[in-house]
C-alpha cells in the first residue's frame, strides 16, 4: 500500500469524479465524496486501512475540461496541499468536438490540452507525495469511431505526460476495452460517459490496484 | 399530397414518437401532440394544408415495444378509428438486449418481432386508407457495430411486412446515416436514440416527403 | 442559401425569439436554442446543411421592447460578433398600449420604434454578412381592429428600414394573415400572439425560404 | 332585494364561474368561493346584507359544455337544493369550434346547446325560486367576427329560454361590450374570455342589478 | 367622481393594502394589485370609468408599521409622484404590542404613531391634488377590549391628522362596526385583522363612496 | 400518579389533539404524537416516570365536530382498547356557527352535542381504567361574547356529563382565563384557538396535575 | 466462484438491503439496485465476471421485520423462482425493543424471529441453488450493551439455522466488529444501523469473498 | 424564580438550542424558538409568570462548535444587551473527533475548547445578571465508551468554569443518565444526540428548576 498514515488524497476532474460530491468542501459526512468511484475508494480505504486514517476529498466539478481545471488549479490544489493528487480531465475536452461541433470556443484542442495539463502537473510534481493521471476514456469499443480515436490520443497525452513526471499512470480506457469484450457499452451508460455503479466500481478497482491495495487483506 | 380532407391521422409507437404528448388524450392545445416528430408534422399540416383539417393523434408511450402495442392495439389503435396509421416501432425491442442484458424476459427477440408486428399491421389494413410503417433506427454509423446490425435486421423485418402489406415504408436509419456523414452522433443524441430537434425535424421532413408533401406550396 | 460554412447566425428579439432558451448562452445540448421558430431554424439547417456549420445564437428575452434592446445591444449583438443578424421586435411596444393602457411609461410609440430601431440597424449593418428584419404581427385577421392596426404601422417601420438599410425584409404577418384565411387565430395562439407550434414551423418556413434554403435538398 | 331570508343560491357554469373555488364543495372559508365574480358577489351580500344569511354555492368546472352541465345536473343542481339557480354556460361550446376545429367530437354545436340547455333549465325552474341565465360572451368588440357571431347566436339561445321559462335575462355581452367601447379587450382579457379583477366585478356587479340589489344601501 | 382623467392613484400601507401584489412594481397585468381592496378599487374604476385612465398603484407592504412607511416613503410615495394618495397604517403598530408583548422595540406606541404620520402626511400633502387618510381597525366589536381601543385611540389620531391636513378621512373601523352588527368577527377573519373578500369588497366600497363613486352609473 | 404501568392513554379529539400527528398511528417516532400538548404529555410521562412504560396514543384529527367523533369511534377508540381515554371536542361544533354562520348543516348545536357525547362516554366509561372530559375553549377573556358564551354552554356539558359518569373533569377554559388575566389572547393564538407552545404546555400541564403527575419528582 | 453462469441472484431483507432501490422491480437501469450493498455486489459481478451474465434482483423493504418477509415471500421470492436468495433480516426486529419500548405488538421476539426465519428457509431451500443467511448487526462495540446482547442473540439463531439448512452463513457483526477495533461507531453511520459507503463496501466484500470472489481477476 | 421582570434571557449553543428557530431574529411568533427545550423553557414562563415578561432569545445554531460561538460572540451575545445568558457548547466538538476522525481540522481539543469558552464566560459574565452554564451531552450510558468519556471530560471544563465564574451550573448529563437508567438511548434519540420532545422537555425542566422555577404555581 503506497499511501502513508495520515496522508491526504485529492481527486480532482470532471463529472466523473464529481458525481454530486458536496461543494464546495468535498469531504465530510452524508455522501460528501458523491456517489461515483472516489466514494468508493473512500470506502474501500476506510474500511479496509482504517488505521491509517487516510483522508480522502474530491474536487470534481461536472463539464470541466483542463482549462477550466487550470482555472482552479490554485484553490482546489495547491491550497488543498494534498499528499496524493489523482487527475483525470480530457472528457469533455474530446466530447465537445463531436457534440457542439459548430462552437468551436468550447473546444480543447490537443495542443491546449497537452500544455496546460504538463503545466500543471510539473508544477505540482514536487509538492506532492505521489500523483496519479488517469486517462480519459470513451465507452466505444470501436477503435476506428472518430471520437474514440481522438479520446485515444488524449489517453496518449496522458501517458507521455505521467511518464515524464514519473506518476503514476492509470490506463482507464484499457480497463473499460477489457470489460467490454463481454458488456455492451450501453449496458454501462446510455451516453458512453457516465457510467453506472459497474463502471465506478472498476474505477476504483483499477486505481486502488494501482496504488497497491491489497485485497487479500 | 395523399391525405385527404378531415382525416384522422394516428401515430403509434415509443418514445419517439411520445416525447410527453398529453396522456391518454394524445391530441388537442398545449403541447398536447408532444415536443417530437409527431408535433412537427402536425404544425406543417396545420400550417400549410389548413384547408384540408387533418387531424393528428398521437399515441405514442415512451419504453414501448412491439408486445406493448399488440396489448393496447384495440384501445388506441382500432377504437380510434383512424384514417392513416403510422407506426413506428422496435428500438427498445433491441435496446433492452444491449442495455439489460441478463434480464431476458424483457427482450424481444426478432421472431416475436415480426410475427406480432405482422399480425398488428395486417389486421389493421383493410381497416384504413393509408398505412405508413417506419424503421427503428440507431444512431451508430457503425454498422459492424452489434447493436446496430440488430437494429438493421428489425428494420428489415419493417420493410419485408411493408411490402408485403403495399404500405408506404419510411426508412429512418437510411435518413439518418445520410445525415451522420456530416455529423457525429453525439450531436444529434448522446444516448444514441433520442435526438434534438434536429432529429425530429429530419424525421418529420422524411415523413412528409414520403406523404406527398408539396414543401413549395 | 446565402449563408456560408461556419458563419455565426444571431436571432435577436422578444418572447417569440426566446421560447425559454437557455441563458445566457442561447446556445448549446439540452434545448438551448428555445422550443420556437429559432430552434426550428437551427434543426433545419443542422439537418439539411450539416457540411455548412452554421453556428445559430439565440438572444430573445421574453417581454422585451425595442427600447431593451438597445439597452442590451452592445452586450448581445455586437460583442457576439454575429456574421449574420435577425431582428424581430415591436409586438410588446404595440401590445403594452392596449393591455395597459394607463401605463403610459411602459408603452414604445411610433416614433421612439422608428429612430431606435433605425440607429440600431444603421450601426450594425456594415458590421454583419446578412441582416434579416422581421415584422411584428399580431393574429388578429381584422385589419380594422386598433392594435391591429396599430402593428400594421410598425410593421411599414420595419419595411421602411429593411429597405434603407438593404436588408432582407420578412412579412412574418402577411404569412400569418394567409394561414388565417383557413383557420381562426383561436387555433394558433389563445391571446393572439404567442403560437403554438403551427405558427413556429410557419415563422421558421418562411425565414429559411427567405435566406435561399433548398426545400428539395 | 328578490332574495328572501336564509335562501340558497346555486352558480353552476364554466371557468367563468369556477375561478379555482373549493371542489366539491363550492362553500366555505379560505377562498372557498373562488376568486372570480361569484365570490363577488358573496362578498356584497354577505357585507351589504348580512341579516339576510344568503347562503353561495359555487359549482363551476373550468372547461364545461352544457354537455357536462348535463352530466352532473342531478348531483351538482338537483340534490343541492337550491332556492335560487344561476347558470352561465356555452363559452367552451363555441370556443372549441374555434380553437381545435379539426376535433369535431369536442364541439357542442348550436341544436345540441339549445336542447340540452332547454331541457336542463325547464326541469328545474319548477323546483326554484329564482332563476337566473347569464348569456356567454366573448371579448371582441368586432361583431363580425366569427367567432363573436357565433357566441352572440347562443346567446340569442339563452335569451330565448329565459323569456320560455320566465327566467331572469342577463346579457353580459351587453355589459362587456358597453365596456369595450374605452377598453381594448386585451386590457381585460389576453385570451378574449379569462378576465382580470375589472371584468369579474363587472359581472358581478350586473347580476347584482338585476337581482334588486341596493347599491345606495 | 373626484379624480380625474389620466391621474395616478398610489395606496400605501400593510398587509390589508399589500395582498399579495406584484413586487417592487404594484401595478400591472396578471394580479399585480394584489387580491384586496386596492385590486377591487381598481376594477371598480376600470370597469365603470374607462374613460378617466385612472392608474392605480399598490405599495403595501404585509406587517408594515408606520415605523416603515416612513423609512421607504421617499422611493414609494414620493419618487412616483402620485396624484392621489391613499394611507392606511398603524395596524401592526398596535397589534406587536399585544402578540408580542415583551419585544416592546417592535412596538410603535401612539406618540411615535402620531409623529410620524403627521409629518408624512403634511410633507406630503402640497404635492398631491387628493389624498385620503384610512383609519386602521380591528374585527373585535367589543369597544372595551384593550386591543380594540387602542385600536381606536390610533384612528382617532388618524382623523385628528386628516382634519388638520383637509385630507378625506374614511372610518373603516366604523364601517366594520355596522357589519359586525349582524355577523360575528370570525365569518370575516379568524385572527380579527385578515378579512376574506367580504371584507375587502366593505373596504372598497367605502373607499370608492368617499371619492365620489357614482354607484348608478 | 393515578395511571399505572403498561396502560395505553388514549386522546381523542380536534386540532388542539392532532397537531400534525402521525396517521393513522398515532404514536411511534418522528414527531409520530403531533406538535401539541399530547406529545409534551407523553414527553412528561416518558421523561419523569419512564419505568412506568405508559404508552400515549394520539387520534386526534383537526376540524373535528363530536359528530366526527361518533362515525370514527368504533375504529379509533374501541377497536384501540384504550386503558385511559381523554376526549377534549366541541370547538368546532360551535366555531362553525359563528364562522359559516350560513351553512347550517355544519353546526352542531348544543343539544346533538350533549345527546352524541353522552352516548359515547356512557357507552366507553365502563370499559376504561380512567376517562378525562376536557373542555372546549375559547381564548377570548369576555364572557359576554356571543361565541365566548357559547362555548360556555358547551363546556357546563361537559362538566354535567363528566360528573354522571364519575369521570375526571378538566376546565381547559378556566386555565386559559386565568393566563389571559395577564397575556392578551393574541400572544397565545391570532384566531383565538389555536394556541402556541405557551398554550399547549399550560394545557399539558394542566391535565398532568388532574392525573397526579408529581412535579417534584 | 460459486455462482454459475445465467443464474438470478435475489436479496432480501430490511432498509440495509432496500437503500432506495426501484420499486417493485430491484433490477434495472438507473440505480434500481438501490445505493448499497446489494448495488455493489451486483457491480463486482458486472465488471468483474461479465460473461457469467449473473442476474441481481434486490427485494428489501426499509423497517422490514422477519414477520414482514412472512407475508411477502410468495410473492416477493417464491414466484421470483431465484437461483440464489440472500437474506438479511432482524435488525428492527430487535431494534424496535428497545426505540419503541411502550408499543410491545411492534416487537418481534427472538421465538417468533426463530421460528419464521426457520419456515422461510426451511421451505426455501430444496428450491434454491444457493442459499446465504446473514446476521443482522449492530454498530455498537460494546458487547454488554443491551441492545448489542439481543442482537448477538438474534445474530446466533441465523447461524444455528444456516446450518441446520446447510446455508452459507455470513457473519456481518464480526466483519463490523473488526473495523470498529479502529473507526469509533459514528463514523460508519449516525445511528450504528444505517451505514455510509464504507460499511456498505464491506457488506459487500465480505459477502463477495463467501461466494467465492476471486478479488485477483 | 430568579429571573426579575422585564429581563431578557439570551440562549446561545449548537443543534440542541436551535432547534429550527427563526434566523437571524431567535424570538417571535410562528415557531420562531424552534421546536426543542428553548421555546418550552420560554413557554412554560409565559405560561407560568406571564407577569414578569420574561423576553427569550433563541441564538443557537445547528453544528457550532465553541469556536463558532466565539466568531459570532460580539454580534449573537454582546449586541444583544442579555440580561441572562444560557450557553451549552461542545457536542460537535466532541462528536467530530469521532465521526470524521481523519479530518482534524474540524475537531476542537479540549485545550482549546477550555481557553475560548473560560475568555468568552469571563469576559460576558460582568455584564449579565445571571449566567448559565451547561454541559454538553451524550446519550450513551457507557461510562467507558470513547467518546462518552471525551465527554464527560469536557463537561468537567463546563463545572470548572462556572465554579470560577460563580455562574449556575447544569449537568445535562447526570439529567439523562438518570432517565437512562430505565430508557435505552435509541428511545430518546437515534444518533444519541438529538433527542425527542421526551429528552427537551427533561432539559427544559432541569433548567427551569435550577434557575428557581415554582412547579406548584
Not at 52 to 77: P, Y
Not at 91 to 103: A, G, K, S, T
Not at 114 to 141: A, H, N, Q
Request: proline share 5%; net charge negative.
Amino acid at each position: 500500500m503506497k499511501i502513508n498514515k495520515d496522508k491526504k488524497l485529492l481527486f480532482i476532474g470532471d463529472s466523473i469524479t464529481d458525481c454530486d460530491r458536496a461543494k464546495p468542501e468535498g469531504e465530510g459526512m452524508f455522501g460528501a465524496y458523491g456517489n461515483g468511484y472516489v466514494s468508493f475508494v473512500n470506502a474501500f480505504l476506510t474500511s479496509t486501512y482504517p488505521e491509517l486514517g487516510i483522508r480522502v476529498v474530491n474536487k470534481g466539478i461536472s463539464g470541466n475540461k483542463v482549462r477550466d481545471l487550470k482555472a482552479r488549479w490554485q484553490e482546489d490544489v495547491v491550497d488543498q496541499k494534498p499528499d496524493w493528487l489523482v487527475v483525470m480531465i480530457g472528457i469533455n475536452d474530446v466530447w465537445r468536438q463531436y457534440d457542439i461541433p459548430f462552437m468551436k470556443d468550447h473546444h480543447v484542442y490537443i495542443e491546449e490540452y497537452e500544455k496546460t495539463l504538463r503545466e500543471l502537473i510539473e508544477s505540482t510534481k514536487p509538492t506532492v507525495e505521489g500523483l496519479v493521471l488517469m486517462t480519459p476514456y470513451y465507452l466505444e469499443p470501436n477503435k476506428e469511431d472518430p471520437m474514440r480515436k481522438t479520446m485515444d490520443a488524449y489517453g496518449a497525452v496522458v501517458k507521455k505526460i505521467a511518464e515524464e513526471t514519473n506518476s503514476i499512470f492509470i490506463d482507464t480506457q484499457a480497463a473499460f476495452d477489457k470489460l467490454m469484450e463481454n458488456i455492451y457499452p450501453a449496458a454501462l451508460a446510455w451516453d458512453r460517459v457516465h457510467p453506472n455503479d459497474s463502471g465506478h466500481i472498476l474505477l476504483a478497482r483499477t486505481f486502488l490496484t494501482n496504488i497497491g491495495f491489497d485485497w487479500t487483506k
